[in-house]
């Protein structure tokens, strides 16, 4: 039977307020009518699941002259989970991107740890793959050598073993059948889905994604989404997901990391226990969104007017 969406008005009013206010605390109230959804302040696991660490982490950029430049994170605290999908969400310059390079080890902390199975990261390294914005394919690659061709920098199987698990994360990325294409015959959409082969072929315990269907249009963006819940049911890899889309972070993530500004810094985490596979009008979803839009608000008011509940919300 078909159920029809609440109004705006009958989203906003105070009882619904209420409720989901109180669902952001400890107590993780149930919400009346949506009794699969629980909002949580934090993940409770032991500390044998800790995967990756911020301890205390503080980055600062230097300024001209040797000044001292902006401070990008400061005091950060932060642990992720092996299995967990993580989403960093907030304004532009609350450090979210900078959090991912200081896990994936393209840049040292200024002040704290940053740790990876209890050990100082050090550099780069084939247990956290990284897929970027832009797909960063190669080219004059085909299809299948651009998926190749991380295996093959990391030493990883012989040319044949290769081809066959190229071949096997472009099928789970819908992407058999284009093998032999380069990626000037391919969508943007499709040079993204070969680019997540790409990461997936390395078999790391880590994703990182940084905004990587910010550009896509949102038809394109619905079936990625899809396809990344898919992946990760499947795999359970750990995933740390930045994005400016509130709405893409409730979709995808277990926990979803509010970031603010003025220095970078973690607000809020909220668990989020909703059924995979997640539908992007979900009233689930949206009555999430209403509440962090209104603490992404408090953070950066002028640029955020309170929008239709349900449209996808930016910053």
């Known amino acids: 039977m078909s159920q029809t969406g609440p109004t705006r008005e009958a989203l906003q009013s105070a009882n619904i307020e209420r ?60 642990r992720i989970f092996k299995g967990e999908f993580v989403c960093l969400v907030g304004p532009s310059g609350c450090g979210k991107s900078t959090i991912l390079n200081l896990i994936a080890g393209f840049m040292q902390p200024s002040e704290g740890r940053v740790l990876y199975k209890g050990r100082p990261i050090a550099g780069p390294g084939p247990d956290r793959a990284v897929m970027f914005q832009d797909h960063a394919l190669f080219p004059w690659l085909t299809v299948q050598r651009n998926v190749e061709f991380g295996l093959k920098m990391a030493n990883r199987h012989e ?6 698990v190229a071949r096997n994360y472009l099928a789970m990325v819908n992407m058999a059948g284009h093998e032999r294409e380069y990626p000037h015959q391919l969508s943007g ?25 910010s550009a896509l249009d949102p038809t394109t963006r619905d079936m990625l989404h899809e396809q990344l819940q898919r992946i990760w049911m499947e795999t359970k890899k750990t995933i740390v997901f930045v994005t400016h889309s509130l709405k893409e972070a409730i979709r995808l993530a277990d926990r979803i990391v509010l970031m603010g500004t003025n220095p970078g810094r973690v607000r809020r985490e909220i668990a989020v226990d909703i059924a995979r596979p ?5 009233l689930a979803l949206d009555e ?16 955020l007017p309170l929008e239709m509940p349900g449209l996808e919300f930016n910053i």
């Open 19 to 78: 409720r989901l206010e109180e669902a952001l605390t400890l107590e993780a109230h149930e919400l009346a009518g949506v009794p699969e959804v629980k909002v949580e302040h934090s993940v409770r696991r032991g500390e044998a699941d800790v995967l990756i660490e911020l301890a205390g982490v503080t980055q600062r950029y230097a300024g001209e002259g040797g000044r001292q430049g902006r401070v990008a994170l400061e005091a950060v605290n932060l």
């Open 159 to 164: 040319r044949q073993i290769r081809k066959k």
């Open 189 to 213: 959409g499709m040079r993204q889905r070969v680019a997540l082969a790409r990461s997936l072929a390395l078999e790391s315990d880590v994703l990182l994604m940084d905004e990587p269907f």
């Open 278 to 282: 997640r539908e992007l009008n979900s």
């Open 288 to 303: 999430i969104n209403i509440v962090l839009r209104r603490e992404l608000q408090n953070e950066h008011r002028p640029q």
